[in-house]
């Protein structure tokens, strides 16, 4: 790869070596902010296997890149500042590759993984999905939804299916915290939408090989601040304004 922003995590590298990391799954969690991610990992089952992960792994506070999902998830993908990779909204990508097909600040690492002869493997929105079409070895595009619940139900089958072709990365995006965050009026309804992730998670780690590396990570704190901010406490206040998100790491 071209010199990225992102910096590599030294803690992060020796933790898979050690363990003869062979493949990566990837799964950007919507809006798992640090303090959500304490909150549901801390208190009652409601993240279970994300626990569990995290448990033989570690969990870092990392800065989101931006306060909503496109252009956070490209740097994600790119490791680049949005400020670099111009990528504001999915259509974006297409300009900028208009602009210069060989721009490395919009390649992701799906693409270079495949450029270097991997297989990977891609499960997200449709539209995202169609950017990445003859760019990766694997693509499934599930279509937006009103019911989130069945929506990310069928990402975590399409990625259960991306791994029976074995892939040396998977990338992978759960929507449904983040559509609660704006719909829910409760924490109940939230609680069900983490607690849904979580089993999709669990989904995903069964059907996953051996030696391969999970990062689970946010891609910026939970939106609609306020809704959900009235009983939170100063440091959870204090993570949110800082853009801090949940990156977990995890061998199992
Ligand atoms: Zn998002």
Avoid at 14 to 26: D, H, P, S, T
Avoid at 141 to 170: H, N, R
Wanted: charged share 25%.
């Amino acid at each position: 790869m071209v010199q990225p922003d992102g910096k590599v995590i030294p803690d992060v590298i020796e933790y898979a070596n050690i363990r003869g990391c062979q493949k990566v799954v990837l799964i950007i969690v919507d809006s798992l902010g640090y303090s959500l991610y304490r909150y549901f990992s801390e208190i009652g089952d409601t993240f279970q296997n994300i626990r569990k992960l995290a448990g033989s792994g570690m969990v870092l506070r990392c800065q989101s890149t931006a306060d909503h999902t496109t252009p956070a998830i490209a740097s994600i993908f790119t490791g680049y500042y949005p400020t670099k990779h111009h990528i504001y909204a999915t259509d974006d990508i297409y300009r900028e590759r208009a602009k210069d097909p060989a721009n490395p600040k919009i390649q992701t690492i799906l693409e270079w993984a495949h450029d270097a002869g991997r297989r990977s493997a891609v499960v997200i929105e449709s539209h995202g999905a169609d950017t990445f079409l003859d760019r990766v070895s694997e693509v499934f595009g599930i279509p937006d939804s009103q019911d989130i619940i069945e929506y990310d139900s069928k990402i975590t089958d399409a990625a259960v299916q991306a791994l029976e072709s074995k892939p040396d990365i998977l990338a992978v995006h759960l929507r449904a915290i983040d559509r609660y965050a704006h719909r829910a009026q409760t924490w109940d309804e939230l609680r069900y939408a983490a607690g849904m992730v979580d089993e999709n998670i669990g989904r995903i780690a069964m059907a996953a090989e051996k030696g391969t590396l999970f990062m689970i990570c946010g891609d910026h704190p939970i939106h609609a601040g306020e809704k959900w901010m009235r009983s939170a406490s100063k440091t959870w206040v204090e993570e949110c304004q800082g853009q801090l998100v949940a990156l977990i790491i995890s061998m199992p």
